[in-house]
């Protein structure tokens, strides 16, 4: 069974880069779509980005200037970078797993079937 | 971009159906999952592809889709069904995840 854990630091500054790291057991990361996904206090959820086979990566149109997602296959973990944060990124974050390709059904598929516990992220000085 | 339009709030009693929406410009033609999200945790996945369900997830959850509308069915509902509730679509003319604004469902 596959496990995620999100991991970093709880508070950053305004202006500053936000890194977490997205831990993942049971499984290889290898073939698979992996997504940041977030949660502000008392709001839904919003998609950030994915990355898959640790080279195609895609980002919200809203963040996309200020992401990047990216692999170490050998630590089997997904990182994600959030430049120039403010008060709007203060979250709850998410990393999933968000699809995969079935070669029996020669389908892709884009469910999010495994979600890490999230990490809250507060930005402030 | 692709938006879904889920209403903000359902309310339903023990034991009967509660039915919650999901809606979009042609959704029929997407695929259309569902997550299930309690308080202070992580979401679930409840139905993926429309109606398909992931093991452990009970009957009782079951969805649909056609036209401009998904939907999510929970039947005999109980107590611990209280959450919120996300649809989600994968837009491939972005290549980007979509989720609705979620639904919270309350038992009365």
């Known amino acids: 069974q596959m496990q995620l854990q999100e991991s970093g630091p709880a508070l950053v500054k305004p202006s500053e880069t936000l890194s977490l790291t997205c831990s993942v057991s049971g499984g290889s990361i290898s073939t698979y779509y992996w997504s940041w996904i977030r949660q502000p206090p008392g709001k839904g959820l919003e998609w950030i980005g994915y990355i898959y086979k640790g080279v195609e990566t895609k980002y919200s149109s809203s963040l996309k200037r200020r992401v990047t997602i990216s692999v170490d296959t050998s630590k089997n973990q997904v990182s994600l970078r959030l430049s120039s944060v403010t008060a709007a990124d203060t979250a709850v974050y998410f990393c999933a797993r968000s699809g995969y390709f079935s070669p029996s059904t020669d389908y892709y598929y884009f469910h999010m079937d495994v979600w890490g516990k999230g990490t809250s992220v507060i930005v402030s000085s | 971009s692709y938006v879904l339009t889920q209403p903000p709030s359902v309310s339903v009693a023990p034991g009967q159906t509660a039915r919650q929406t999901c809606g979009g410009i042609n959704i029929g033609s997407k695929s259309v999952h569902w997550y299930q999200q309690k308080s202070g945790q992580a979401p679930v996945l409840v139905v993926y592809?429309?109606?398909d369900r992931p093991s452990g997830i009970p009957e009782r959850f079951s969805g649909s889709n056609s036209g401009n509308t998904a939907i999510l069915t929970i039947s005999r509902v109980e107590a611990g069904d209280e959450a919120d509730y996300y649809c989600q679509v994968w837009d491939s003319s972005t290549d980007h995840w979509i989720f609705g604004g979620g639904t919270k469902l309350t038992v009365l």
């Open positions: 592809d429309n109606s």
